[in-house]
């Protein structure tokens, strides 16, 4: 999906901290989440398209959404995974 070289340059755009693919788990559950229409993103909008994936933030607090193969890395798009 993102080769390796280009997800070594990715970086998160509220914090610059680095970026990992996220676990097909994680996907898994963002998508159920996603189906229920109980997802919101940070801005507050909810989320209505189910994600081909996503990149972790290094804290594991936030998820950036890969839709349609293309990462959102925008801060407002964020997905909040760790702040439960």
Same mark, same amino acid.
């Given at each position: ?9 990715? &970086?998160?755009? *509220? ?13 898994? &559950?963002?998508?159920?989440? %996603? ?6 993103? &940070?801005?507050?909008?909810? %989320? *209505? ?12 607090? %936030? ?5 349609? &193969? ?10 909040? %995974?760790?702040?439960?």
């Amino acid at each position: 999906m993102i080769s390796p070289e280009f997800l070594a340059i990715l &970086r998160c755009p *509220e914090d610059h901290s680095k970026l990992t693919l996220a676990d097909s788990a994680l996907v898994e &559950r963002i998508n159920a989440a %996603v189906a229920g229409k109980e997802l919101k993103n &940070r801005a507050g909008q909810a %989320v *209505e398209k189910p994600l081909d994936g996503g990149l972790l933030r290094a804290d594991g607090q %936030v998820l950036y959404p890969i839709i349609d &193969r293309i990462p959102i890395l925008l801060v407002d798009e964020g997905i909040l %995974v760790g702040a439960d």
